[in-house]
């Protein structure tokens, strides 16, 4: 794998930031949410949805950034 470009890493870098901040919101909100006993459990699959989507990409960041490398 070629290495990245600095300005490709750092943006790579500040999204992976992003995602991970928005995944944090999204755990706390699921929580809150179904701790609360009224929430719409339509409303919370979505949200669990969105955040194995985040979790998704996040690990995709993540692999770019650091390769594996065989030793």
């Known amino acids: 794998m070629l290495p990245l470009d600095?300005?490709?890493e750092a943006r790579l870098g500040l999204e992976l930031a992003t995602k991970r901040q928005e995944h944090a919101d999204l755990d706390?909100?699921?929580h809150t949410l179904t701790a609360s006993g009224l929430a719409d459990i339509t409303l919370i699959q979505r949200l669990k949805k969105r955040k194995l989507a985040l979790k998704d990409r996040?690990?995709?960041i993540e692999r770019i950034i650091l390769p594996d490398i065989i030793a």
Do not use: H, L, M, Q
């Open 28 to 30: 706390a909100a699921i």
């Open 6 to 8: 600095k300005e490709i």
């Open 58 to 60: 996040i690990v995709e």
